[in-house]
């Protein structure tokens, strides 16, 4: 059964002048925020198989720091997730072949924008307002599907969780 996880970057610096968006670091308090966020995954029993991440700084930081909990996924930098729309975050899904579970390393308000329009019946109510709401940073959305990924579409799967990794000190 596919699963996905649709990850937000974890807090970022704050925009400046000086620096172009995509050149945006992490935070302290982002770094571990990142960090947990790979635990609290490995914790809920999911094992991605490969991650697709958005060229963005902040997304390629918060990747290789969840990846220190989850071994053995494999990593692509898609150009086309940074300022991408649900159509597009959409696409990218619908040419996976042959991997069970894939987190995507993306923004808002893509991330949950696309959580809540592929959940559909049997998703967790709590968790489908937690998305309404928007995905705070450091966070995640868990996805079940029973079709295939070139499937996916709208209300064709299951909102099963939101997993945080905000629960660290500064």
Not at 32 to 51: F, M, Y
Not at 66 to 75: K, N
Request: aromatic content about 2%; glycine content about 8%.
């Amino acid at each position: 059964m596919p699963t996905l996880i649709l990850a937000r970057h974890a807090k970022a610096e704050a925009p400046s002048s000086d620096l172009a968006d995509t050149d945006r670091a992490l935070a302290l308090i982002g770094r571990k925020a990142s960090t947990r966020l790979g635990q609290v995954i490995a914790e809920a029993g999911l094992s991605p198989e490969l991650a697709l991440v958005s060229p963005a700084v902040r997304t390629q930081q918060t990747w290789k720091l969840m990846s220190t909990a989850l071994p053995g996924c494999s990593v692509t930098t898609v150009d086309d997730l940074y300022e991408t729309h649900v159509a597009g975050l959409e696409n990218v899904l619908h040419d996976i072949v042959d991997v069970d579970t894939v987190v995507v390393v993306g923004h808002e308000p893509t991330s949950s924008a696309t959580a809540a329009h592929l959940s559909g019946p049997g998703s967790d109510k709590s968790a489908l307002q937690r998305v309404a709401h928007g995905l705070p940073t450091g966070t995640a959305a868990v996805i079940e599907f029973d079709g295939a990924w070139a499937d996916l579409g709208s209300r064709s799967g299951r909102l099963i969780s939101v997993l945080s990794g905000r629960d660290v000190e500064e």
